[in-house]
């Protein structure tokens, strides 16, 4: 499922650089249990942490990424 959501990051999205880099290393792992550290995300996308949380924040705030709990 994760190919489905990468692929959208890619055609769908205006992001550009270190945001569409952590939008990618979400996607790839979405389906997954548990949601993918801060720690994976900061791997797959080269970035320190604070660079990471920092743009996982940006990226909420720009209404990309939501904070929900699925049942």
């Given amino acids: ?3 489905k959501y990468m692929c959208a990051v890619w055609e769908d999205t205006e992001l ?3 945001e569409r880099l952590v939008m990618l290393a979400i996607a790839d792992s979405w389906g997954d249990a548990p949601f993918p550290s801060i720690d994976t995300i900061s791997r797959k996308a080269n970035l320190s942490t604070e660079e990471t949380i920092e743009i996982i924040a940006s990226l909420g705030a ?3 990424l939501k904070n929900e709990v699925q049942p």
């Fill in 16 to 18: 550009k650089g270190n």
């Fill in 62 to 64: 720009k209404g990309c």
């Fill in 1 to 3: 499922m994760s190919i």
